[in-house]
């Protein structure tokens, strides 16, 4: 397929031999960085801790409306795209089919995007915000703590802020991605969906810039979701087992952990990550599905059908709240928060997404990226939920209490305690924490080794081998020294600059979907119709002009389109 007319793009850094050589300048200085900052949060956490806290609390207070605003039109940008006839684009050439089976492909972009923030905060946010009594954790519109009211406000605020605006987050930069890679050749980076703004300095200082922060986002940002889910599967052992906890066995869980998902890596997206990510959909339904059955079901069937009308009507009202007339601490501590930890787990999820969408439309692209993840999210979240706010509401176990005392990380074992078979769902869901670890994990590794290789699909074995143990590396030592929270705000207060960026990314990708040729945003049965007359005209043409020169009409029906064209 031709390029438009005067388009820029950047073609992907190759040696002579047409190979991906590894970037040395972006490779290096994240590297070095990651080191610097390593070091940091080991000598001086307490340091750390407060001069992230303090640029945190800044950038929250001064630029909360930013984040609030910028994530809706996020949504919005999606979902235009969606419902225009840029949904018809390919990402890739127009006869392109896609890698994976949808199922895989959900499975892949759930367990990479957000498998293991929903096993460790699938009972404990909903508690937090049902029986919180602090300002900072209670919802806006919520009344005394465990009524049915407090619930109904509680479903709905962590249906907002795991559903469609982090989805969109991760599909606006996957797009941008995934468009530029597969249908402009510019290789898998973040600095390629920046030919048509920046030209060639896309392959040059701005660009590298732009690569390196996305490296920084992903390593530190996966470190720091390595090490709570390691903290959750030593409680689930300590639950199990009754081994204790303590920084000890987390650090060796994560250890262990990383051995797993860097074997996983080095295999390729289409065996370990595909399998494992497979293997983590139908266990999760299968935990799902078993609590469903011997839990409060026309409860959780209540719950997801009266949270879901709440969130749907309350939705713009929620998009759009910044706390100007109240409830800012919790909006600062919560939904704020999260707008940033996801921009900040954006380069990672939304570039393995782009990976594994080669051959989507971008209308397919939207509404698998969006809306179906949010629907599952939603559904996981009323059973896990629904099943705990059935113990508390009722008086059978005050879950509120055990989350004050024994914390986030053991709220969900806890909750299947109550339940039947309680010994076997207790060791599935330590299972699930450690499969989505894996996956999240590798996902990452094969990520910042395509960042630090010019885009190459598949990057350099010992190259992932590399990422997947800093990985390790930083969640292990700065979980044992202390650091671990110093470092998640340090990768939140990254998603301010980079928020930025990605808005740019939006601004580049509409330039070039507005460049592209009238056909190629035709649905793709009209496409072909289009193409199939243009044919028979060409034929028809060819036949006239031959039989002006005398042509008998089976020499007309032989030339075909080796015709001469007059």
């Known amino acids: 397929m031709k390029e438009p007319v005067g388009e820029a793009v950047v073609p992907p850094s190759r040696d ?5 050589p590894l970037d040395k300048v972006t490779f290096g200085v994240a590297a070095g960085l990651a080191v610097a900052f390593l070091l940091w949060g080991t000598v001086d956490s307490t340091g750390m801790g407060e001069t992230t806290g303090t640029i945190l609390g800044k950038l929250t207070s001064l630029f909360g409306w930013l984040f609030i605003l910028v994530s809706a039109l996020f949504l919005l940008f999606s979902a235009y795209l969606a419902v225009t006839r840029y949904g018809n684009i390919k990402l890739g050439p127009d006869d392109s089919e896609p890698e994976f089976s949808t199922f895989s492909w959900v499975s892949m972009m759930f367990a990479t995007g957000m498998g293991i923030g929903l096993m460790f905060w699938g009972v404990a946010e909903p508690l937090t915000y049902l029986t919180a009594e602090s300002a900072g954790s209670i919802p806006p519109g919520r009344g005394d703590p465990s009524t049915p009211d407090s619930a109904r406000v509680a479903m709905e605020y962590t249906f907002f802020h795991w559903g469609f605006h982090p989805w969109s987050m991760y599909a606006v930069i996957g797009l941008a991605i995934g468009y530029f890679a597969y249908r402009k050749g510019t290789g898998n980076l973040v600095s390629g969906a920046f030919g048509p703004l920046l030209g060639h300095r896309a392959t040059e200082g701005p660009g590298k810039a732009i690569d390196i922060i996305a490296i920084f986002a992903t390593l530190f940002g996966s470190a720091t979701s390595l090490g709570l889910g390691a903290l959750q599967i030593s409680g689930g052992l300590d639950n199990v087992f009754g081994t204790g906890q303590s920084k000890w066995l987390t650090v060796a869980v994560i250890a262990f952990l990383t051995l797993c998902f860097v074997l996983s890596a080095v295999t390729g997206v289409e065996k370990g990550v595909q399998l494992l990510s497979n293997a983590n959909a139908v266990a999760a339904l299968a935990l799902a599905f078993f609590l469903f059955v011997v839990g409060p079901t026309v409860f959780i069937l209540s719950t997801f059908t009266e949270s879901l009308g709440g969130y749907l009507t309350h939705l713009p009202t929620m998009s759009f709240r910044t706390g100007a007339f109240g409830g800012s601490e919790f909006l600062n501590s919560w939904t704020i928060f999260y707008w940033a930890w996801w921009i900040s787990w954006t380069p990672f999820v939304g570039m393995f997404i782009a990976r594994i969408s080669k051959g989507r439309t971008i209308r397919q692209f939207v509404v698998y990226v969006i809306l179906v993840p949010s629907v599952v999210s939603f559904v996981w979240f009323s059973i ?12 059978a176990k005050d879950l509120g209490a055990v989350l004050a005392e024994e914390g986030n990380e053991g709220a969900l074992f806890t909750m299947l305690r109550e339940y039947p078979l309680a010994s076997i769902t207790v060791v599935l869901a330590v299972f699930l924490v450690a499969i989505f670890f894996i996956t999240g994990a590798d996902s990452a590794s094969i990520v910042m080794g ?5 885009g190459k699909e598949e990057p350099m074995r010992w190259l992932v081998v590399f990422w997947g143990v800093a990985q390790g590396a930083v969640a292990g030592v700065l979980l044992f020294s202390g650091g671990l929270g110093a470092l998640q705000t340090l990768v939140i207060i990254v998603a301010g600059p980079f928020m930025l960026v990605i808005c740019a990314m939006c601004v580049s990708l509409m330039k070039s979907l507005r460049a592209e ?9 009209v496409r072909r119709a289009v193409l199939h007359a243009q044919q028979y005209d060409t034929m028809e043409h060819h036949t006239v002009a031959l039989a002006a020169y005398g042509a008998e009409p089976e020499e007309v029906t032989d030339a075909g389109e080796d015709s001469p064209r007059t």
Request: charged share 15%; glycine share 10%; hydrophobic share 30%.
């Open 16 to 20: 002579r031999d047409g190979h991906f």
């Open 384 to 395: 896990m939920a629904g099943s705990a706010f059935d113990l508390q509401l009722s008086g």
């Open 450 to 454: 395509m960042l630090s290789q010019h």
């Open 517 to 525: 040729p009238y056909e190629s945003t035709l649905p793709p049965r």
